[in-house]
């Protein structure tokens, strides 16, 4: 399916997979992502932003099928960018019951939109190429990224680090959630949006209902 550009205010959501997430708060982290999602709908209300609210995610295991599930619970919009064809995606998986859930959430979406990652790479890009595009494909339309992390720095391109410092390099703002659920702040960019643009009046909403954090040095 070709990607939907159309009006909508997009969440992109980055983040560890399963293997950085503690298993004991996945309940907790679930919830909060939830939690963040509402608070995220009704600032955009807020922000009189009057459209549909639409989650962009890549449908990894872990964050980005946590924030997937949560956004069609809400009747979400959902839009998923992919870092390499279905086939070879599957592989990234852990098991049978991981690809059912990736599948089904695929059937979900309203449009899906593969990067053929493995011609990226025969074409002479190394490896983390295509998790770095879909990572630009992510924040292409989004008004606000969502994402689950660590405070580590980066390790490397197509990163949750490196999404989130592209995010404020764009001039979004950025809805940060620990992983073991302990907090969830905010980041705002440097250079702020136009005084009276929506997205100003977002971030004004958004600084009212959570704390603001700074982001950590990512070298």
């Not at 950085?20 to 309940?27: D, N, S």
């Not at 209300?45 to 949560?70: C, F, N, Q, W």
């Not at 070879?88 to 053929?116: C, G, H, N």
């Not at 998790?131 to 660590?150: C, I, P, R, S, T």
């Amino acid at each position: 399916m070709a990607k939907s550009v159309g009006g909508g205010f997009r969440v992109a959501v980055s983040g560890h997979r399963l293997n950085q997430l503690p298993e004991a708060t996945r309940p907790a982290l679930q919830k909060l992502i939830a939690e963040a999602l509402q608070t995220l709908e009704r600032s955009a209300r807020e922000a009189d932003t009057k459209v549909p609210m639409i989650l962009v995610s890549a449908l990894a295991e872990g964050t980005d099928r946590y924030a997937a599930h949560a956004a069609k619970a809400k009747g979400w919009g959902l839009e998923s960018p992919l870092p390499f064809l279905i086939p070879r995606y599957e592989k990234d998986f852990a098991d049978e019951a991981s690809v059912d859930e990736f599948q089904s959430l695929l059937k979900a979406a309203d449009s899906v939109t593969p990067i053929d990652g493995e011609a990226l790479i025969a074409a002479g890009a190394d490896g983390a190429a295509p998790y770095a595009a879909v990572g630009d494909a992510l924040l292409e339309h989004a008004q606000v990224l969502l994402a689950v992390w660590n405070g580590a720095p980066k390790k490397g391109p197509g990163g949750t680090a490196e999404v989130i410092e592209n995010a404020l390099a764009k001039g979004l703002s950025v809805v940060w959630i620990a992983p073991d659920a302990s907090a969830m702040r905010l980041m705002v960019p440097g250079s702020l949006p136009a005084k009276r643009s929506a997205a100003a009046k977002l971030i004004e909403v958004l600084r009212e209902r959570l704390p603001l954090a700074v982001l950590p040095d990512l070298a």
